[in-house]
């Protein structure tokens, strides 16, 4: 008895099932969010270093997200702009994106009378990140 193989359909079918694993490992990839949470404490007001606040004169005006290392902690300070509202850290994240370190940070506005023009957290971080995104929420 001769056994006959088609050549032509074993080559398709091993590209088929090399698409189709190769499928089931990077498709989910694209898909899962692979930022790791952050932890982080705020920072009251009469315990934020002098240090960080000689340097928000410069940032008060602005909306914007910074990270400060001082004395081998790291610091995200976040400034509401010319809001008039108040705002709440809900959020750090950070991720790897084309081997760079990006933080997204996210904030709330939130109602306030009386409402600071910056809030600042210590991380748990060793090392600044390279990006700092801010995504704001009402």
Do not use: C, H, W
């Not at 090399?18 to 705020?42: A, E």
Request: proline share 4%; hydrophobic share 40%; net charge negative.
């Amino acid at each position: 008895m001769e056994i006959k193989f088609n050549i032509k359909g074993v080559i398709y079918g091993v590209i088929l099932t090399l698409f189709i694993v190769l499928g089931f490992v990077f498709i989910p990839k694209l898909f899962l969010n692979t930022s790791k949470p952050v932890d982080f404490t705020m920072v009251q007001r009469e315990s934020i270093p002098d240090k960080i606040l000689d340097i928000m004169d410069k940032y008060e005006d602005e909306e914007r997200a910074l990270a400060v290392r001082l004395d081998d902690k790291i610091y995200i300070i976040v400034t509401r702009g010319e809001e008039n509202k108040g705002i709440d850290i809900d959020k750090i994240t950070i991720d790897n994106v084309d081997e760079k370190t990006v933080m997204t940070v996210n904030i709330t506005y939130k109602k306030k009378e009386e409402s600071n023009p910056f809030i600042v957290a210590e991380t748990n971080l060793t090392s600044l990140p390279d990006k700092i995104q801010l995504n704001t929420a009402k």
